[in-house]
Structures are given as structure tokens and as C-alpha cells.
């Protein structure tokens, strides 16, 4: 008998900001019942909803039930800085490239996961704010940064990509600021609101017929037969086939021990800009821009129904547990301000409403893990820090996987070959820690 009792829960640090500044929601009931389904995804972030929309388009009728421990958004899925990358962007590597013709595969399947969004945006009637394909610029503060723009622009021409380096006038004309030399525009990306996202994928696929359940974490998965019983404080669904879309709590399952890097990265945003504000600031009502360095900072301007804020996204932090305290909070809101005064020092005294942190999941070897682990349970999990694309990528393999659909898409991205190990702790903590906090160091004026 296979029986799984699930280690730990999640715990979101901080606000989910993304989500505070959309108006208050009805969270879906908590599964108060045993029940039966066809079909059980556990997991309602990018994964785990792509997947329940694939599985309803390929299953019309079946009974398909989302569980979430915490309520849609709240989670990292909603607690993100909203790029869904469709180039590599490797953050272990100096300027986010690796190998031409793995970047060419990966950018395939990163655009295949980007048109599904689109589309179920489409579909879903979401309003440009929740989704736009309007491109990202890769923003260098130093000379360092531009150098590495530029040989991020020769991988690209490699790649038979396009995209346009910038210089700081037209980064100024922007941003508003002058804190950039240069910068480097790709078309491609899209931009999220990712609360705003999350919840209409979610409203949308319960349209369709799924039933989903908040706050109701699954506890336990034991194997009965050909069925899986999953439980949950308050209840229990009995299904076939199951999909685990938790990404790094995978491991609280049981799945990939020592295998899944735990980091945390972290985000702030501004009170609501004033008129005045915005006239001082200047530039365009909304962009978004990542760091020229990989552990620099991402900065984004909104403009929409939360009003005018800035964010400022820094600092990585590798967290075994997979929880951080409210100290760490803390010190973090200290780099968030230092960062902010360097860019926006012009505005004066805007204080952050908002700081926290969130999971990401890193394989040693930046791969994927999208698979049938045991008979009828499926994992789409380990986005690398790229879930916004990857997990939506993830969440629509797992679900054709699951279905016993063969095609390019689901060979590529479920054999991508195993995630390898991790050195054995405390050397793993000490060593990532290390190489993290170094790296920081060395981006100097682009963190
Ligand atoms: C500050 C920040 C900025 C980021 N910026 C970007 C970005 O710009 N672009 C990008 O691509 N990525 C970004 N990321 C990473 C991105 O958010 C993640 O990679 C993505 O959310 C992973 O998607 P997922 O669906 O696999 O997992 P998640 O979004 O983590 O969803 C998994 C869900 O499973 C639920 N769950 C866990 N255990 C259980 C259980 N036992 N029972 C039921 N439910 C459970 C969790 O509550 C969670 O909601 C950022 C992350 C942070 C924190």
C-alpha cells in the first residue's frame, strides 16, 4: 500500500500585494465531503490551472476537482513579478543565455506555453491588464550590465531573434529616471497582472465546469486499488488519476528529496502614486524591466486598477525549509528602499505598502520535472523561477501526459532527463547561500 503523509503545508510570507490591491473576491468553499472524481490536480498556481483548463478541453465531460491550500492568488502564482518569458533567462548564468540549440527549445516550448495563456485569456474574457504580450527591456545600470546586454544581443542574433538595444535617453523616455545606460527591448514576453491572472484563470476554468476548493490543503495521499485518496482537513476526493502541481512541496510529498532547491525572492510595492508623482516621474504609464544582471533588481510601473505604483523585486535567499521569518521580511524591506531611493530618489519619501516573499523551486540542473512518479499520479513541478511560463508549460504537458497523448510538446518537456542531486547539507546551504550572497555583491549598482 502506497500512503504518503504530506510533511508540511505552505506559508506565503508577507502580503500577496498583487492580490490586496484588486477588489475583495468569494473564495470557493473549503471540500467539506468525500467525494469522487475523475480527475484530482493539487495545486491551483500556473500549473495547476493550466492543467485543469487542458484537461477540461481534452475530457469534456469528466469530473475534474482543483485543491488549494491556501485561497487562488495568495500563493506565489499570484505573489510574482508577472514576466511569462518566452527567451531563456537562466538565472545561474551571467546574462541569462546558455547553449544555442537548448535556448532555441527552450524559447519553443516558452512560446507555446505564452500562446495557451493568451488564448485562455481570450477565452476567459481577461482585460489586457491581466495579460499583454508587450515585451520586456533587460535594464543595465552599470557598465558591466551592458556588456552583458550585449552579449545577450549576439546570443540572440544567433538565435535569430529580435530585439533592439537601447540607450539611456530612450530608457530615460521610459522609465522616467536615469539611473540606466542602456537597456535591451525582446518582444515576446507577457506582462501579468498575476493576481489579476490567477483569478480569472481560476474563475474561468470553474466556468468550465471544474470544481474548485480553497483552503484545503491535502494531507495525505493514499493509494486504495487504482485510486488515490486524497485528504484534507475537512474532507477527502477519490480519484484515478492525480496531478501535483506544488511545485518545490513536491517534496513534502516525498517526491525529489534532495533534489528541489528551496529559494525565496522578494517584492515590494509603493502606496498609490499621487497625480504629482506622476508628473515628476515622467516616462510611460507601464513597463517592466529586469535586471542586465541576473541578481540585480526588477523593477515595474503599473497603471491600472491599483491604482499608479512601482515595484521593486531583489535579493534570493536559499531557505530549506521552505518558510522565511518576518526578520528576514524586514531586512529585505531595508533593500528594497535602498534600491528604490537609488532609482526614484527624485519622488522624495514614497513609503512601500507592501513587502514579502515567495517559493521558488531550482533544480541543480535547471530542469523541469513533469512525469507520472507513481500509477496514476503525475507531478508538474520545479519551474526554475520561470513558473509564470514553465509552470503554465508544465500544467498543459501533464495534463496530455495524463491523457496518454504523445506529441513533440509532451516528449520535449516530460524528458527532459532528471533533476540532479544535491551536495548534502549544511554544504548545500552554506555553498548556495555563498554563491548568492557574492553575486549580489558583484551586481554592485544593478541590485
Ligand atoms: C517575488 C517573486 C517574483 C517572481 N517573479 C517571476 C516572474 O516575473 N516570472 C516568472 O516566471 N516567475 C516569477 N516568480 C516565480 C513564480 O512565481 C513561480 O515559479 C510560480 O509561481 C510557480 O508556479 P507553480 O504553479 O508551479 O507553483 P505555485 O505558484 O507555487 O503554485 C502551487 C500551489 O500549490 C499549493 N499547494 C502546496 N501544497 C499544497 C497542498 N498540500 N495541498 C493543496 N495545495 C498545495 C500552494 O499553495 C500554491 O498555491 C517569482 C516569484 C516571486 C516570489
Not at 234 to 256: D, K, M, Q
Not at 289 to 306: E, Y
Request: hydrophobic share 40%; with cysteine; glycine share 10%.
Amino acid at each position: 500500500m502506497v500512503m504518503i503523509k504530506v510533511k508540511k503545508l505552505p506559508h506565503d510570507a508577507g502580503p500577496a500585494a498583487w492580490n490586496s490591491i484588486l477588489a475583495n473576491r468569494i473564495a470557493a468553499p473549503a471540500l467539506a465531503e468525500r467525494r469522487n472524481a475523475d480527475w484530482l490536480i493539487i495545486g491551483a498556481g500556473f500549473a495547476g490551472l493550466a492543467a485543469a483548463r487542458r484537461l477540461r478541453e481534452l475530457h469534456p465531460v469528466d469530473r475534474i476537482v482543483l485543491v488549494e491550500a491556501s485561497t487562488v492568488a495568495d500563493g506565489p502564482a499570484g505573489r510574482n513579478s508577472g514576466f511569462m518569458i518566452d527567451l531563456p533567462h537562466d538565472l545561474s548564468s551571467d546574462d541569462y543565455g546558455g547553449a544555442v540549440d537548448a535556448d532555441r527549445q527552450q524559447t519553443v516550448v516558452n512560446r507555446a506555453a505564452i500562446k495557451f495563456a493568451e488564448n485562455t485569456a481570450k477565452d476567459f474574457g481577461l482585460n489586457e491588464e491581466a495579460l499583454v504580450v508587450s515585451g520586456k527591456i533587460n535594464a543595465a545600470a552599470t557598465s558591466n550590465g551592458l556588456a552583458n546586454n550585449r552579449d545577450y544581443a549576439a546570443h540572440l542574433t544567433t538565435m535569430q531573434e529580435s530585439h533592439e538595444l537601447l540607450d539611456a535617453a530612450q530608457m530615460k523616455s521610459i522609465t522616467g529616471i536615469d539611473y540606466y545606460q542602456g537597456g535591451l527591448f525582446t518582444p515576446g514576453t507577457a506582462m501579468l497582472q498575476p493576481a489579476l491572472y490567477i483569478r480569472g484563470m481560476a474563475d474561468g476554468v470553474v466556468r468550465m465546469g471544474v470544481d474548485l476548493y480553497e483552503k484545503s490543503p491535502v494531507v495525505s495521499l493514499q493509494l486504495a486499488g487504482t485510486d488515490w485518496i486524497a485528504k484534507t482537513p475537512s474532507g477527502a476526493i477519490t480519484a484515478p488519476r492525480v496531478i501535483l502541481a506544488v511545485n518545490g512541496h513536491a517534496e513534502s510529498f516525498g517526491f525529489y528529496q534532495r533534489k528541489l532547491m528551496h529559494v525565496f525572492t522578494y517584492g515590494s510595492m509603493t502606496r498609490r502614486l499621487c497625480a504629482d508623482d506622476v508628473k515628476r516621474l515622467g516616462g510611460e504609464a507601464r513597463w517592466g524591466i529586469t535586471p542586465a544582471d541576473p541578481m540585480g533588481t526588477t523593477v515595474r510601473r503599473l497603471s491600472g486598477i491599483g491604482g499608479d505604483r512601482l515595484i521593486i523585486r531583489n535579493r534570493f535567499t536559499y531557505n530549506p525549509s521552505m518558510e522565511v521569518t518576518s526578520n528576514r521580511l524586514d531586512r529585505v524591506a531595508l533593500s528594497h528602499n535602498q534600491a528604490f531611493k537609488a532609482r526614484f530618489n527624485s519622488l522624495g519619501d514614497i513609503p512601500m505598502e507592501y513587502t514579502w516573499g515567495g517559493r521558488l523551486c531550482v533544480s541543480r540542473n535547471n530542469v523541469q520535472a513533469v512525469e507520472e512518479v507513481r500509477p496514476g499520479l503525475f507531478t508538474a513541478v520545479c519551474q526554475n523561477g520561470l513558473g509564470a511560463a514553465k509552470g503554465t508549460l508544465g500544467g498543459m504537458v501533464v495534463a496530455e501526459l495524463a491523457s496518454g497523448y504523445s506529441s513533440e510538446l509532451v516528449r520535449q518537456v516530460s524528458g527532459q532527463g532528471g533533476l540532479k542531486s544535491l551536495p548534502p547539507e549544511p554544504i548545500a546551504w552554506v555553498g548556495a547561500n555563498a554563491i548568492i550572497r557574492w553575486d549580489e555583491f558583484q551586481a554592485g549598482r544593478e541590485l
